[in-house]
């Protein structure tokens, strides 16, 4: 099995900063991109920021600027530095990561079970 837990959501004004937290955990052979992703009540859920194993990053364009992504392949962990933060980045925000399991010959998609972000006006 594999899990991804996220942490580091909650209520911040508008301009203030958060850091987001996903560790993978499981039978873990290798993981390749990972994400980050939000959803909005009646919302779609869409793409926040991506990352690669050797480190290619890609925003969406609403946070370029904004959000940074990074991961520490060492702790299998994924972070979501987020600044400026505006109320319309108001949504749960989701952790992706394409995983090899122990025995298993494709990688799969994991998503963590969401973080809720709040920024109030």
């Known amino acids: 099995q594999v899990q991804l837990v996220e942490s580091g959501g909650g209520l911040v004004q508008a301009g203030g900063s958060l850091r987001l937290s996903c560790t993978a955990s499981?039978?873990?052979?290798?993981?390749?991109?990972m994400g980050w992703y939000r959803q909005a009540p009646g919302k779609q859920r869409e793409l926040v920021a991506g990352i690669s194993t050797d480190g290619i990053t890609n925003y969406a364009d609403f946070v370029k600027g904004r959000f940074t992504i990074s991961r520490d392949n060492a702790k299998n962990t994924v972070y979501l530095q987020m600044n400026s933060l505006k109320p319309d980045d108001t949504a749960v925000y989701y952790c992706?990561?394409?995983?090899?399991?122990?025995?298993?010959?494709?990688?799969?998609?994991?998503w963590g079970q969401g973080t809720q972000v709040t920024v109030s006006s």
């Open positions: 499981g039978s873990i052979v290798s993981i390749d991109d």
């Open positions: 992706n990561a394409r995983i090899k399991r122990v025995a298993v010959f494709w990688t799969s998609p994991y």
